[in-house]
C-alpha cells in the first residue's frame, strides 16, 4: 500500500469512528447529526477506494482522482450557497482536491 492510500484509509477509518472530533479539529466547530452522517458515509467511501486502488492499476487511480475531483466541486458549490456549513465545506473541498492530485499525479 503507497503513503496515499494508507493516509486515505487512516482519514477514512477517523471519518467513520470519530466524525465529530474530526470536524472539531479541522473545523473548530461541532457536527450535528446530519452532518456526522455524511462524514460517516465519506468515511466509508475513503477506506473503500484506498483499498481499491491499493490493488488496482493506474485507471483506478483515475477513476477515484475523479471522485475526489467531484467531490472538491460539490463542497465548493455547498461552500456557495450554505453559509452555516461554508466553512467546513472550504475544509472538506480543499482536503479532496489534495486527494485528487494525489491520485492524478
Same mark, same amino acid.
Do not use: C
Given at each position: *500500500?503507497? %503513503?496515499?492510500?494508507?493516509?486515505? =484509509?487512516?482519514?477514512?477509518?477517523?471519518?467513520? #469512528?470519530?466524525?465529530?472530533? #474530526?470536524?472539531?479539529?479541522?473545523?473548530? +466547530?461541532?457536527? /450535528?447529526?446530519?452532518?456526522? +452522517?455524511?462524514?460517516?458515509?465519506?468515511? =466509508?467511501?475513503?477506506?473503500?477506494?484506498?483499498?481499491?486502488?491499493?490493488?488496482?492499476?493506474? +485507471?483506478?487511480?483515475?477513476?477515484?482522482?475523479?471522485? /475526489? =475531483? #467531484?467531490?472538491?466541486?460539490? *463542497?465548493?458549490?455547498?461552500?456557495?450557497? /450554505? %453559509?452555516?456549513?461554508?466553512?467546513?465545506?472550504?475544509?472538506?473541498?480543499?482536503?479532496?482536491? =489534495?486527494?485528487?492530485?494525489?491520485?492524478?499525479?
Amino acid at each position: *500500500m503507497k %503513503p496515499l492510500e494508507a493516509f486515505r =484509509a487512516a482519514y477514512g477509518v477517523m471519518e467513520l #469512528l470519530a466524525p465529530g472530533a #474530526l470536524e472539531r479539529l479541522l473545523v473548530g +466547530t461541532a457536527a /450535528d447529526e446530519r452532518a456526522r +452522517t455524511t462524514i460517516r458515509i465519506l468515511g =466509508a467511501r475513503h477506506v473503500l477506494q484506498a483499498v481499491l486502488t491499493a490493488r488496482a492499476g493506474r +485507471t483506478a487511480h483515475r477513476v477515484g482522482g475523479g471522485a /475526489d =475531483a #467531484l467531490h472538491a466541486l460539490s *463542497m465548493v458549490a455547498l461552500a456557495a450557497f /450554505d %453559509p452555516k456549513r461554508r466553512r467546513a465545506a472550504a475544509v472538506n473541498a480543499v482536503i479532496a482536491f =489534495a486527494f485528487a492530485v494525489g491520485e492524478l499525479w
